[in-house]
């Protein structure tokens, strides 16, 4: 099968968060069953031509926005056999700090951006000859790609034999824009409707990924029922409800290749679960590196997170003075809103031997507190899917979540009486469920061999990306099948 796939960041090139993970993985791990990738992306400013070993394409690539035509450059890289990587560079969109936007918000000219980068992928294919089976969209950024696909691009001569596959990463980043934006997609007005690309009077992109995919994916099998309820549908949930036959929850991998303890490069010592004393150098080193006090018995607890609302911050916050009162240490990796970075600060402050904080976005410090902490915290709002608990399980750090999306997948509450389960996980989102809990964690922490149980059954746990790749593919034929069907009515 040919499969292109379409997204706004992807690792080793450009990541803000999990997209980049799944994106960077997943086309990769298709390759290895014998497909033919291509993975393409914008070349932002910081993806350097030499050291990723870029070659310019001799194409000249000129891609209609509103009355105007854009110029592009494309960039190659063979990442492995059958696995290529595409990059489009268009400086005056992505010669920018940031992917998305500062912290002051996203940039403006967000909309002219991605239509320019979906349009992008539709020319490139063209001009390379690609004539792929399946164009696979990611998010917001892409979500166009399917509208043009049923459109502008819809003739055989054209990308008419191409079906897409939309993924929905995470549904709270819908790409609204005002109607005035309307023209710079060339699409015509007609499409400006609520059964289209209309979402009470804006553009919405995602919504155009919706309504005109082959086929709909979101993270986890959770995360997908969720949305097509009231609860965490974000107004489209009527939209997925009309989708539900095309639509399928996969759950995410995750690469061990990067995050498993017994290979993991940034860590002080390398453990597994044949020998946990690793991962007691790994605490202290973390503890170090907050210059928090060095103490084996006392519970630390992590977290990474992008500061946003969505993660549960909030109950953290609620909850910290609490945490602080049994003597617990508590450091946290993130970025994003000002005011939980103003709040942490002040934790720090007020408790330098307890609390470690660092703002910024910081790879190999992620991998050390999960290698240092013993239990890692993720309240969500919702979550789709969520990688950092699946990559604790794996650190024998045990996780703490709230049951919503792909944690309530991928988490087990542990309970005395079942003496099952791989963390803990409370339902309501309230600070003192939060607080019953971290309490009850802290119980079984302080019996040793119940805990070290707990953290051995997390560290067995696999979620390599093998079995959800299968999955995808399945998606895949199923919508080329459905897709041949049609033709063959028609
Ligand atoms: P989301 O995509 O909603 O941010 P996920 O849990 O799916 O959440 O993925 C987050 C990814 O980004 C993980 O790989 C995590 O380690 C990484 N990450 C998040 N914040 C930071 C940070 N401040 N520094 C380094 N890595 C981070």
Redesign the pocket.
């Known amino acids: 099968m040919k499969i292109l796939f379409a997204t706004s960041e992807a690792v080793p090139f450009a990541?803000?968060?999990?997209?980049?993970?799944v994106s960077g993985t997943l086309p990769r791990v298709l390759a290895q069953m014998g497909h033919e990738v291509t993975l393409i992306l914008p070349k932002y400013c910081q993806i350097n031509e030499k050291k990723f070993k870029l070659i310019k394409k001799e194409i000249e690539l000129q891609v209609p926005v509103a009355q105007k035509m854009e110029e592009a450059e494309v960039y190659a890289v063979e990442l492995a056999p059958r696995f290529n990587a595409l990059l489009v560079r268009q400086d005056t969109y992505y010669h920018r700090d940031q992917l998305y936007g500062t912290t002051n918000g996203d940039f403006e000219d967000n909309a002219e951006r991605f239509i320019f980068f979906s349009r992008s992928v539709l020319e490139v294919a063209l001009a390379l000859r690609l004539q792929p089976d399946i164009i696979h969209c990611n998010d917001w950024q892409t979500g166009l790609i399917p509208v043009y696909l049923k459109t502008l691009y819809r003739d055989p001569s054209s990308l008419g034999q191409s079906v897409s596959v939309f993924t929905i990463?995470?549904l709270a980043y819908q790409g609204l824009f005002w109607h005035y934006d309307m023209p710079m997609t060339n699409l015509g007005w007609e499409l400006f409707i609520p059964e289209a690309l209309e979402f009470y009077g804006k553009i919405n992109f995602l919504k155009g990924g919706i309504v005109f995919a082959d086929a709909v994916t979101t993270v986890s099998r959770k995360y997908m029922e969720e949305i097509q309820t009231e609860e965490f549908g974000c107004g489209l949930e009527g939209v997925f409800q009309d989708r539900r036959k095309d639509l399928y929850g996969i759950l995410?991998g995750v690469d061990y290749g990067e995050w498993s303890p017994a290979s993991d490069p940034f860590i002080k010592q390398k453990y597994g679960p044949s020998d946990l004393t690793g991962k007691r150098e790994c605490k202290a080193d973390l503890q170090r590196e907050f210059r928090l006090p060095t103490k084996e018995d006392v519970p630390l607890i992590g977290s990474?997170?992008?500061l946003a609302e969505?993660?549960g911050i909030d109950l953290i916050v609620a909850n910290m003075e609490k945490m602080m009162d049994l003597g617990l240490q508590f450091v946290l990796?993130?970025?994003g809103e000002e005011k939980y970075h103003l709040q942490f600060q002040k934790f720090s402050e007020k408790y330098p031997q307890q609390v470690g904080v660092k703002i910024?976005?910081?790879?190999a410090?992620?991998h050390k507190i999960e290698a240092g902490a013993d239990m890692f915290i993720m309240p969500s709002r919702f979550?789709?899917?969520?990688?950092?608990?699946i990559?604790s399980l794996k650190y024998g750090t045990v996780p703490i979540v709230r049951a919503t999306g792909g944690l309530d997948d991928t988490i087990q509450d542990f309970t005395p009486t079942n003496q099952g389960g791989n963390g803990f996980k409370f339902g309501d989102y309230s600070p003192s469920y939060l607080w019953e809990t971290i309490k009850r964690a802290l119980q079984v922490y302080r019996n040793q061999v119940a805990w070290e149980k707990l953290m051995l059954r997390g560290m067995s746990a696999d979620f390599s990306w093998e079995q959800s790749a299968r999955a995808y593919l399945k998606v895949y034929q199923e919508t080329l099948a459905k897709k041949k069907n049609r033709n063959g009515k028609e």
């Open positions: 990541k803000t968060g999990g997209l980049g993970d990463h995470n995410n990474i997170s992008r969505q993660k990796l993130g970025t910024g976005f910081d790879n410090l992620a979550e789709p899917c969520g990688l950092n608990q990559y």
